[in-house]
C-alpha cells in the first residue's frame, strides 16, 4: 500500500471513529406534559320557575314553582297570581342573583307584591326598553351542596280595569310577560354588579333567547 492511499485510510477511519464518539442527545433529554390553568367566569347555574295556575281563573293550581310557562284569561280588572322564582344550583359559586321582567304592556299590566327580598334595579342611563325591569335578591347567595330556591320576585299581577280585550300591538290576542334569571359572581363585583345586570338586561336578544 502506498503512502497516499495509507493517509486516506486513516483519516477515513479517524472520521468514522469520530462519528462513532457523537453522543446522541436524545438518550439525555427530557420534558414534562404541559399545565393547564382554566380561568373562568363564573361557576354558576340559575334556574327560574314559576307556580302552575289555572288558565281561566289565574290562581295556583300548584304548591311549588315546577314550569316554564303559564297561560292566564285576560279579563279587565283582575288580578292574577304569577311568581317566578329563581333556583340557584348546587355548588354555584357565591353570586348576586338578578330576575329581569319583559311586561309588552305596562299600561294593561302592573307588577304587584315584590317580596321584600328584592329591590327594583336603578336603571340610571335609562339603557333599559320599555317596560323592562330588573330587581336583585338582597343578599348573597352562598355556595351550598343543595340547590338554593329564593323567594319569588313577586307575586301578583294586576290587569287593568281599562283593557278592552285587544293589545293593539303585534297580536291583537295575546301578550306575554317574560321573565329571566341572571347571575354574576359576588367576589370584588359589589360595585359593578348592578351594571352588569343592567347591560345584560338592555340587550334586545336577551328575552328571544330560550
Known sequence: MDRKALITGAAAAALLTTCLLVPSFAFLSAKSPKVVN??????????????????????????????????????????????????????????????????????????????????????????????????????????????????AVFEHVRISENFDGKFHGASETDSAIEARAFAVQSENTAAVSDGYAIDYFSSSEVFDKN
Open 38 to 151: 382554566h380561568f373562568v367566569s363564573a361557576l354558576i347555574t340559575v334556574d327560574l320557575k314559576e307556580t302552575l295556575v289555572d288558565p281561566e281563573s289565574g290562581k295556583k293550581t300548584g304548591t311549588k314553582p315546577e314550569v316554564y310557562e303559564n297561560t292566564y284569561l285576560t279579563v279587565a280588572g283582575r288580578t292574577v297570581d304569577k311568581d317566578p322564582t329563581p333556583i340557584v344550583l348546587k355548588n354555584s359559586t357565591d353570586c348576586y342573583i338578578y330576575v329581569g321582567v319583559k311586561n309588552e304592556y305596562p299600561d294593561i299590566f302592573s307588577i304587584e307584591d315584590v317580596n321584600a327580598e328584592w329591590t327594583l334595579v336603578e336603571d340610571k342611563d335609562n339603557k333599559l326598553e320599555e317596560g323592562v325591569t330588573v330587581y336583585k335578591y338582597n343578599a348573597v347567595v352562598a355556595k351550598s351542596e343543595d340547590d338554593q330556591q329564593l323567594s
